[in-house]
């Protein structure tokens, strides 16, 4: 369990900062990339390349600094929203999200198999967490219903990524949208 509760507490971590203070470093393109492209194709590009570039208008570059802005804007940890697996004890991943800033409000946990699930919510009424929202029930499931998406969903499985079961679910995340265009899921 060391390892694990080691593994946990850095990935978690990483990605709480990623996603906040981070931010504006984590997405592919940065705030300028369009203007940057734009600027090396007037000057170095081919004749071609210069052509179409100079069809780009500032006004376009603007509205795509607009759209950039309003996707990466400044998100601190308490506005993040998290999907994990519950497990037998949701109390240890809380915990960590927790004290990286993360409202308790904004995790939903999962839990499948029914015994776990009734050793998971014991668990989390004896915590300091008794207010936490575990749902009965395969997350993907949720991910179909669920009206809004996720900061970090957090896919703890015990299986390899290779598994039908973790792939599947996976598939899922993505085929319902339900990581934030900056989000980052963990497996």
């Known amino acids: 369990e060391k390892e694990k509760i080691i593994a946990r507490q850095k990935a978690l971590t990483f ?17 300028t990339y369009v203007r940057d492209v734009r600027r090396h194709l007037l000057k170095n590009g081919t004749h071609a390349d210069k052509k179409f570039a100079s069809i780009l208008s500032l ?11 309003s996707i990466i804007r400044e998100k601190t940890p308490s506005e993040l929203r998290v999907a994990y697996l519950s497990g037998p004890n949701p109390e240890n991943d809380i ?13 939903w946990a999962f839990e499948s198999d029914n015994k776990i699930y009734s050793t998971a919510i014991v668990s989390a009424l004896k ?26 969903i957090y896919l703890d499985f015990c299986s390899t990524i290779s598994g039908e079961k973790t792939l599947s679910t996976v598939r899922d ?12 899921l963990i497996t």
């Open 127 to 152: 915590s300091r967490f008794p207010y936490v929202k575990i749902y009965k029930g395969k997350i993907e499931t949720y991910l179909k219903i669920l009206p809004f998406k996720f900061d970090i």
């Open 173 to 184: 995340v993505f085929f319902h949208q339900k990581l934030e265009t900056l989000g980052i």
């Open 95 to 107: 915990d960590v999200f927790v004290k990286n800033g993360i409202l308790p409000e904004n995790i």
């Open 15 to 31: 990605a709480i900062d990623t996603l906040t203070k981070k931010r504006k470093k984590s997405s592919i393109a940065k705030r």
């Open 59 to 69: 006004k376009e570059i603007s509205r795509w600094e607009a759209f950039y802005d």
